[in-house]
């Protein structure tokens, strides 16, 4: 006779059933909070992660500052620099006279001559980067009048400036052009030479012209490099015009510091020294984000 099987065992070796449709909503109603609440933690914790550190280092600024300003009765603190920068941004382009004018003009006086010296060095420094990179003649004639002129001090410019253009503000645009040109020949020459060889073969069996050359394989691969010129070449430029202005006089923002020193203003020198400074951080900000657009992976590490 044959032996029924165990149900017992049947049942246990049974799998689970399905939960039911109302558990399932429940179970997933239980569970959006939840999700909801680790998505906005980890949110959080990345925002105080990247705004804690600054903070700090600000606060840390500000303290020293008060610090120093406390031993120092010549030297405002914090909460006085604060309340005469808020009566200067009141009305930032007020005109007194030629040498009695708002903030904002001396800003605008200073960028101009820094686009236009800027400009006069990319014009003549970006091409120049190109050819030198390209033949190597070229390369080994002119890198030691570059390694010669390149360390030398912006200043040391300003007099030749003075003698041959018989003017300050022409002076101060050549000042920006002659220390702006050495980033972007130098970066843009590197960019050239690591042009894969293989580009270079497939050019001359296609017998392509110097031209097309330079257009369809020569300009892609060294854009990236030639934006970090830029980048660089911008930021010594703000840094030369302050100097140059300091000697040449004249509207702009180096000037104004000039002449509130003489006016033993010490809190406008102060809020000079932040506004140059943030107008440098957006102008190397906005160069660094036109270079990532344009800047490969493995140029960038």
Same mark, same amino acid.
């Given at each position: 006779?044959?032996?029924?099987? %165990?149900? !017992?065992?049947?049942?246990?070796?049974?799998?689970?059933?399905?939960?039911?449709?109302?558990?399932?909503?429940?179970? +997933?109603?239980?569970?959006? %909070?939840?999700?909801?609440? @680790?998505?906005?933690?980890?949110?959080?914790?990345?925002?105080?992660?990247?705004?804690?550190?600054?903070?700090?280092?600000?606060?840390?600024?500000? *303290?020293?500052?008060? &610090?120093?300003?406390?031993?120092?009765?010549?030297? %405002?603190?914090?909460?006085?620099?604060? !309340?005469? @920068?808020?009566?200067?941004?009141?009305? %930032?382009?007020?005109?007194?006279?030629?040498?009695?004018?708002?903030?904002?003009?001396?800003?605008?006086?200073?960028?101009?001559?820094?686009?236009?010296?800027?400009?006069? @060095?990319?014009? *003549?420094?970006?091409?120049?980067?190109?050819? #030198?990179?390209?033949?190597?003649?070229? =390369?080994?004639?002119?890198?030691?009048?570059?390694?010669?002129?390149?360390?030398? =001090?912006?200043?040391?410019?300003?007099?030749?400036?003075?003698?041959?253009?018989?003017? +300050?503000?022409?002076?101060? #645009?050549?000042?920006?052009?002659?220390?702006?040109?050495?980033?972007?020949?130098?970066?843009?020459?590197?960019?050239?030479? /690591?042009?894969?060889?293989?580009?270079?073969?497939?050019?001359?069996?296609?017998?392509?012209?110097?031209?097309? #050359? +330079?257009?369809?394989?020569?300009?892609?691969?060294?854009?990236?490099?030639?934006?970090?010129?830029? /980048?660089?070449?911008?930021?010594?430029?703000?840094?030369?015009?302050?100097?140059?202005?300091?000697?040449?006089?004249?509207?702009?923002?180096?000037?104004?510091?000039?002449?509130?020193?003489?006016?033993?203003?010490?809190?406008?020198?102060? #809020?000079?020294?932040?506004?140059?400074?943030? *107008?440098?951080?957006?102008?190397?900000?906005?160069? &660094?984000?036109?270079?990532?657009?344009?800047?490969?992976?493995?140029?960038? @590490?």
């Amino acid at each position: 006779m044959a032996r029924s099987l %165990p149900t !017992a065992g049947l049942a246990a070796t049974a799998e689970p059933s399905a939960p039911s449709a109302p558990a399932a909503a429940d179970a +997933a109603a239980a569970a959006a %909070p939840r999700d909801l609440a @680790a998505a906005w933690q980890q949110r959080f914790g990345t925002l105080v992660q990247n705004l804690l550190p600054p903070v700090l280092g600000f606060g840390l600024l500000l *303290v020293l500052w008060s &610090i120093v300003a406390q031993g120092n009765p010549g030297i %405002p603190g914090p909460q006085e620099t604060w !309340a005469q @920068a808020q009566e200067i941004f009141r009305d %930032p382009f007020y005109r007194n006279g030629p040498n009695d004018q708002g903030v904002g003009w001396n800003v605008l006086a200073s960028l101009q001559r820094v686009s236009i010296g800027f400009g006069l @060095a990319a014009l *003549v420094g970006i091409p120049l980067g190109f050819v #030198i990179g390209r033949f190597d003649f070229l =390369s080994r004639m002119f890198n030691p009048v570059i390694s010669l002129l390149r360390p030398v =001090s912006p200043l040391a410019w300003l007099p030749i400036g003075l003698l041959v253009f018989k003017g +300050a503000n022409p002076a101060a #645009i050549w000042t920006i052009f002659i220390c702006s040109i050495w980033p972007m020949v130098i970066n843009t020459a590197v960019g050239v030479q /690591r042009v894969p060889q293989d580009y270079m073969n497939v050019a001359r069996v296609l017998n392509l012209s110097e031209w097309k #050359i +330079a257009t369809t394989i020569l300009f892609p691969a060294v854009l990236p490099y030639m934006l970090t010129g830029v /980048r660089l070449a911008v930021g010594t430029a703000w840094l030369v015009i302050v100097a140059a202005e300091m000697l040449t006089g004249g509207v702009g923002i180096g000037f104004w510091v000039w002449d509130e020193w003489n006016n033993l203003n010490v809190k406008n020198i102060i #809020i000079a020294i932040f506004v140059i400074g943030l *107008v440098g951080l957006l102008l190397e900000w906005a160069l &660094i984000r036109l270079a990532s657009a344009f800047t490969f992976e493995e140029v960038k @590490a």
